[in-house]
């Protein structure tokens, strides 16, 4: 059963706001540093997911895994954001957000830390997964970002912590391969649970405390996720969008998680700082689907996840040229990162307008899809690349690409009446 709000739209649920009073600050503003600080946090969370990317080769070869193997370094982290989707972010709804957001931080930094010091492959999949459930502290400042901000000014707050998060997974995997040539994997995790545990002292100083309107006394915390799941079952465009995400993430996925195998064997041979540029190519990609977001707008979102499906089946054909063009791989991995932010923004967008009062736990619930696809796709890219190379790659993404198109092509329909509702 969903929480029924009796505030206008945007007051309660999915806003995540607060009650008068309960902001912390006297004008219900928050703090002029509070917003970039909490787009920074979001960021350097979110890319803690990502870090392992790179670094798949190597992780492979200190702890003896094969081939096959190395997909199940990003599975289980997504596995764990998947789980910290639906058990940690509806905590929001029921406890104080200071004491939340800075305690999950605190144990995403000492997570991190355990990763680093991994003795084995068993301790670091448990690190790993760990790390993955405490990211999704970064969907909570999202919220909280927005609770804390005036009507007026919202979309500005949320927009500015919401391209931390997509800033930092383009930068994670840079960043990874650059730390680890520089002073090998285990400083790429030390380092950032350094800046995690600073991060933490920083928004504990500056997050005003507060609980939001969909308190404990109104519902229980098992009731508000189970009313996660019932809204779903609810609502046929929350599953269409959510099925769709699970695809088009599985096919981003196979992409980046299997990208560092070829690349770092013959022809090309490349360094842990060349292979995680390559998450820049995509940013042009990630940067030029902000046209999404208006062309939504504009009542064009059947069209905008057409197309945007379209490209991602359509990308795969440089990608598969890997072997013989760098430029062929740059190209198609822009093309794919539009694509996906593409189809992305639109399915957001839509989802949110089936139930406003309770944006965070759809978004929550649909960011379960994401998470799985994700998973999928790199459990997949490494069993390919172990039984068929880079061809069978190509060959498992653009599969996921058209299976993601053919739904669409099937479903298109309820989108379209939803979007006009």
Do not use: K
């Not at 919401?162 to 391969?177: N, S």
């Amino acid at each position: 059963m969903a929480v029924q709000c009796s505030e206008p739209v945007g007051a309660c649920g999915g806003s995540g706001a607060v009650r008068a009073g309960e902001t912390g600050v006297p004008d219900g503003s928050p703090p002029a540093r509070l917003v970039p600080l909490l787009a920074l946090a979001c960021g350097s969370s979110v890319a803690t997911v990502y870090f392992s990317q790179p670094l798949l080769v190597t992780l492979g070869e200190r702890f003896a895994l094969g081939a096959g193997w190395l997909g199940a370094i990003v599975t289980v982290t997504q596995l764990g954001y998947a789980v910290g989707l639906l058990a940690l972010v509806p905590l929001g709804d029921l406890l104080d957000r200071r004491r939340l957001v800075t305690g999950q931080l605190a144990l995403l930094a000492a997570a991190l830390l355990a990763a680093g010091l991994a003795p084995g492959a068993v301790a670091l999949f448990g690190a790993l997964a760990a790390v993955g459930l405490l990211a999704v502290v970064a969907q909570t400042m999202v919220a909280a970002a927005a609770a804390l901000t005036p009507p007026a000014r919202r979309g500005r707050a949320v927009g500015t912590v919401t391209g931390g998060i997509v800033t930092g997974i383009l930068l994670a995997r840079a960043a990874a391969g650059a730390l680890a040539d520089l002073a090998g994997w285990r400083a790429v995790y030390l380092v950032a649970a350094g800046v995690i545990l600073v991060l933490t002292v920083l928004v504990r100083r500056a997050l005003p405390a507060g609980t939001p309107t969909v308190g404990a006394h109104e519902m229980s915390y098992g009731r508000l996720v189970a009313s996660t799941v019932t809204l779903f079952a609810r609502h046929p465009l929350l599953r269409v969008r959510g099925a769709l995400a699970l695809l088009v993430f599985a096919a981003f996925s196979t992409l980046w998680s299997g990208m560092a195998q070829p690349l770092s064997g013959p022809p090309w041979s490349l360094s842990h700082t060349a292979i995680g540029a390559f998450g820049l190519a995509g940013a042009a990609g990630a940067v030029a689907a902000t046209a999404a977001g208006r062309w939504n707008d504009r009542g064009l979102a059947r069209r905008t996840t057409g197309v945007g499906l379209a490209v991602l089946a359509l990308s795969w054909l440089p990608i598969g040229l890997t072997g013989r063009s760098l430029w062929a791989l740059a190209i198609g991995a822009v093309l794919l990162d539009f694509a996906v932010q593409a189809v992305h923004v639109t399915n957001q967008t839509l989802i949110h307008s089936v139930r406003p009062d309770a944006g965070s736990r759809i978004i929550g619930g649909y960011m379960v899809f994401y998470s799985a696809g994700s998973s999928l796709g790199a459990l997949g890219s490494s069993l390919a690349y172990a039984t068929g190379g880079w061809p069978a790659v190509t060959t498992l993404g653009a599969s996921f690409s058209l299976a993601a198109l053919a739904l669409w092509a099937a479903t298109r329909h309820v989108g379209q009446v939803v979007g006009a509702a």
